[in-house]
């Protein structure tokens, strides 16, 4: 892998300068002098970020390992807490202050009113955020393998591994759960855990170490992921949909037959978070409209284990109480006998639902259940 080296000794020098505490800057010096220093040293960490922005931007190779990284947004996202509106950020207009410029801005306000407490308040609060800021992107630029000419420390070993945490989750809702991808996201939480406990025994290299290796299978799913998004292109996704459709009206017929055989359906519902038939009935078409107004494939993909999810849990919950229903009153056969008896409880099973269970090798036709048959296939051939 290619690397870039940047020097950022200004960034470790605030942080260990801004980590120091308040009272720290002062001596016996009066009121209006330490507001003054205060704000001085706010105004001067917002300028560590934005000439460490300037440089890392000004490195191709670094800007590149941090977008092939996925890092970008997250990089501007803790610019965007150190400027005004209008400012321009990773190429667009922020639309809002940032929270750390706003204190800044605040500081001098009370600076120049003479109301020197209020000015120290408010750049200590502006001084906290520039100082994560800071941290945040040396994490980004570590993380990226963007080399940097100092020593990383222990805090920004654990903001990266606590952020790598935050990934997984956020990959876990995208994953059916006991497959071979998940598993490496469990492997990565192992390490990332081991790392923290490193860590605490001083074990800096070895927590890097295990860093790496964590991160290295965190990029193997969401490579996977890119690849599976592809193959889920919006023309297949409408045709999962429209099956989705297709089986919230047969939710409702079967749910009038079940009201036919004086099953309470409202009442079985309940037990399952629904106010009543029409309340689930809603919620079901409001989950399709959600995954039709979206245009992420991510999300989209997320919507639609969702319905899959939702989907199996009914019909599985249905065919067992109506057989209990049944079977109290003397009646030998189930009504409908169930989606799952009709490839209904298979929504999801074989598309975005565990198109991930098929492994890492990429993604292919035979990951949606086989045969182009779409999204959890339905049993019924599928969708276009």
């Known amino acids: 892998m290619k690397k870039s080296r940047i020097a950022v000794l200004t960034i470790l020098v605030a942080i260990i300068a801004m980590a120091a505490p308040v009272s720290a800057y002062f001596s016996s010096q009066s009121l209006d002098t330490k507001a003054e220093r205060m704000?001085?040293?706010?105004?001067g960490a917002r300028n560590s970020v934005l000439e460490l922005v300037d440089i890392v931007e000004a490195d191709t190779t670094s800007m590149d390992m941090i977008t092939s990284a996925g890092l970008d947004e997250q990089l501007y996202g803790n610019v965007s807490l150190c400027v005004e509106a209008g400012t321009t950020v990773g190429g667009e207009i922020t639309t809002e202050n940032g929270t750390g410029w706003e204190y800044l801005y605040a500081a001098n306000q009370s600076l120049l009113a003479g109301e020197y407490e209020a000015a120290i308040g408010n750049a200590t609060e502006a001084l906290t955020i520039f100082r994560e800021v800071l941290r945040s992107i040396h994490a980004i630029l570590w993380e990226a393998d963007v080399e940097t000419e100092e020593l990383v420390a222990p805090q920004i070993i654990l903001d990266a591994i606590e952020r790598s945490l935050d990934r997984i989750t956020e990959l876990r809702a995208l994953l059916s759960e006991g497959t071979e991808v998940t598993s490496k996201l469990d492997a990565a939480e192992d390490l990332l855990n081991e790392a923290k406990s490193l860590?605490?025994?001083?074990?800096?290299?070895?927590?890097?170490?295990?860093?790496?290796?964590?991160?290295?299978?965190?990029?193997?799913?969401?490579?996977?992921?890119?690849?599976?998004?592809?193959?889920?292109?919006?023309?297949?996704?409408?045709?999962?949909?429209?099956?989705?459709?297709?089986?919230r009206e047969r939710f409702r017929e079967r749910f009038g037959h079940a009201w036919d055989?004086?099953?309470?359906?409202d009442g079985f519902l309940q037990k399952y978070g629904y106010?009543?038939?029409?309340?689930?009935?809603?919620r079901f078409q409001q989950m399709i409209e959600n995954a039709q107004g979206t245009d992420d494939i991510e999300e989209a993909v997320q919507d639609l284990n969702e319905i899959g999810s939702m989907i199996r849990e009914m019909d599985g919950a249905l065919t067992q109480e109506m057989g209990h229903h049944q079977a109290q009153h003397g009646q030998e056969e189930a009504i409908g006998s169930g989606y799952g008896q009709n490839?209904?409880?298979?929504?999801?099973?074989?598309?975005?639902?565990?198109?991930?269970?098929?492994g890492s090798s990429g993604a292919s036709g035979e990951q949606y259940g086989g045969s182009g048959s779409g999204f959890g296939s339905m049993g019924n051939g599928g969708s276009p």
Do not use: T
Request: aromatic share 8%.
């Open 199 to 247: 860590l605490l025994e001083d074990k800096i290299e070895a927590a890097k170490d295990n860093l790496k290796e964590a991160n290295d299978l965190i990029s193997q799913v969401c490579q996977y992921l890119k690849e599976v998004a592809e193959e889920l292109n919006p023309s297949r996704i409408r045709g999962y949909l429209d099956e989705a459709s297709g089986y």
């Open 261 to 265: 055989e004086e099953f309470d359906v």
């Open 39 to 43: 704000v001085e040293i706010a105004d």
């Open 343 to 358: 490839g209904g409880s298979s929504y999801g099973q074989g598309g975005a639902g565990s198109s991930y269970e098929q």
């Open 275 to 282: 106010q009543n038939e029409e309340d689930f009935m809603n």
